[in-house]
């Protein structure tokens, strides 16, 4: 079974950093691409950042380019979102959920059960 | 940027009967490799999004036949041909057609009557 377990929210200033983390088990992780999505509390989706298989393919939402960074680490099974700078408009719950293929195209299932990251002075 | 926008955004339904839910992309979702890169998830309350329909019209594993999708270009529909009390929530299409990034749509509630 697929399971993805997302850490490293909490509570963070405006303009200070975070980082959350992702544990894959279940699947070859450095078969697929992986995404982060976020959703601020009683709000819609919000698709973040995506990473190919090998890293070799990079994408980021206009809002957060320049502030994220996403990684993995194929040896660990592990997915990562450095976020810097961070604004109010930030908050939000972030999910990691698994590309269909390896590339970061088409669609994305399962997700992990979300870490809420609350950005606030 | 491709905008994408859902209607209605709410809907309540009796148990039994059929829903809609529209979505439309402000440019084709056709890609020049076949594929329409159009997706519906939902989301139950307290829940991650699922997967429902892959490419307009796909059902992922799992998702029960009275859920169907169709669509062209930058139309789409999901049906649902009779609503059950476990479909409650709401739900997203995705476009993924632009290299530069994914965008759902605002979502639709699904409430029963």
């Known amino acids: 079974e697929v399971q993805l377990v997302e850490s490293g929210g909490g509570l963070v200033q405006p303009g200070r950093s975070l980082r959350l983390s992702c544990a894959a088990s279940g699947f070859t992780f450095d078969d697929f691409a992986m995404h982060w999505v976020r959703q601020a509390p009683g709000k819609g989706l919000e698709w973040v950042s995506g990473i190919s298989w090998n890293s070799g393919s990079i994408l980021y939402a206009d809002s957060v380019k320049g502030r994220f960074t996403i990684s993995r680490d194929n040896a660990k099974n592990s997915l990562y979102l450095q976020m810097n700078s961070l604004r109010a408009e930030d908050t939000a719950f972030y999910y990691c959920?698994?590309?269909?293929?390896?590339?970061?195209?088409?669609?994305?299932?399962?997700w992990g059960q979300g870490t809420l990251v609350t950005v606030s002075s | 940027d491709i905008v994408v926008t859902q209607t209605p955004l709410s809907v309540s339904v009796t148990p039994g009967q059929p829903a809609s839910i529209s979505c439309k992309s402000s440019?084709?979702?056709?890609?020049?490799?076949?594929?329409?890169?159009l997706y519906w998830y939902l989301q139950k309350s307290g829940q991650s999004p699922q997967l429902l329909i892959y490419?307009?019209?796909n059902r992922f594993s799992g998702v029960p036949d009275r859920f169907s999708g169709s669509g062209s270009g930058t139309d789409f529909t999901l049906k649902i041909s009779r609503v059950e009390a476990e479909d409650v929530g709401v739900y997203y299409c995705l476009q993924s057609i632009q290299l530069r990034g994914f965008t759902f749509g605002p979502g639709t509630k699904v409430e029963i009557k």
């Open positions: 440019q084709s979702l056709l890609h020049s490799d076949g594929k329409t890169y």
């Open positions: 959920t698994k590309n269909w293929g390896y590339n970061p195209s088409g669609w994305f299932d399962p």
């Open positions: 490419e307009v019209s």
